[in-house]
């Protein structure tokens, strides 16, 4: 069974701009979740999706916001990018809401 | 607030010695998971513990919940170079949206 892949892995984009990350899930899997990784914050949780709802919400402006598709697949957006969201992003994703994550790779955004 | 404390932040030891780290909280968790990351990629489920006081084995490393499944532990028995890594522990949080919830993790470095 393929795992969870992200798309693209790497990305620079200047202050100001906005950016589209996308997610696969692993096939069957209905959750899927969003992650933002840096050095002081460690992994801070975006948002959960199960079966194009969006069912959990964590503490981040409303410049990040994503949503699913009826295949699973994810997608998620930061508008007019600072350079503090400079970070790992990770989807994940799980059988349920939840429940145990399998995470993708991650794309690595610069903002410069 | 971080509902998961993990510790220590650091650790750095030879091949060969026995470590222990620590996940700890003032919350009950329905369940608790252990994953670890590598640079450059996403974490990787190692161990979820469900009942409180269950103690697994996965080769060298020992994960074991708290009685009260407030908090948990991992033993890993003469660590070797590639255990190197950042160990998160992840809870779900009982009576609710079923949330998963991070710790900031510990990094391990083991030298040969």
């Known amino acids: 069974k393929a795992g969870v892949t992200q798309t693209p892995r790497y990305l620079i984009k200047t202050r100001g701009q906005q950016v589209t990350l996308s997610c696969s899930p692993i096939?069957?899997?209905?959750?899927v979740s969003w992650y933002q990784q840096t050095p002081g914050q460690g992994l801070q949780f975006l948002f959960e999706?199960?079966?194009?709802?969006?069912?959990n919400k964590g503490n981040f402006p409303g410049r990040f916001s994503g949503r699913q598709f009826s295949n699973s697949r994810s997608e998620m957006n930061v508008s007019t990018l600072e350079l503090g969201d400079s970070a790992l992003y990770l989807c994940a994703s799980s059988s349920w809401v939840g429940y145990e994550q399998y995470f993708g790779p991650g794309t690595r955004l610069t903002v410069t | 607030t971080q509902l998961l404390e993990q510790s220590p932040q650091f650790l750095s030891i030879q091949e060969g010695e026995n470590l222990t780290v620590y996940c700890n909280s003032s919350s009950v968790f329905s369940s608790l998971q252990w994953y670890r990351q590598e640079p450059g990629e996403g974490p990787v489920l190692l161990v979820t513990?469900?009942?409180?006081?269950e103690v697994k084995k996965l080769k060298r490393l020992t994960f074991q919940f708290g009685d009260a499944r407030k908090d948990s532990s991992l033993h890993i028995t003469a660590a070797q170079p590639g255990d190197t890594g950042l160990y998160l522990c992840?809870?779900?949080?009982?009576?609710?949206?079923?949330?998963?919830?991070f710790g900031k993790g510990t990094k391990l470095t083991v030298n040969p």
């Open positions: 096939s069957g899997h209905r959750s």
């Open positions: 513990v469900v009942t409180g006081g």
């Open positions: 992840a809870g779900n949080t009982q009576g609710g949206s079923e949330k998963l919830v």
């Open positions: 999706y199960f079966s194009e709802t969006q069912r």
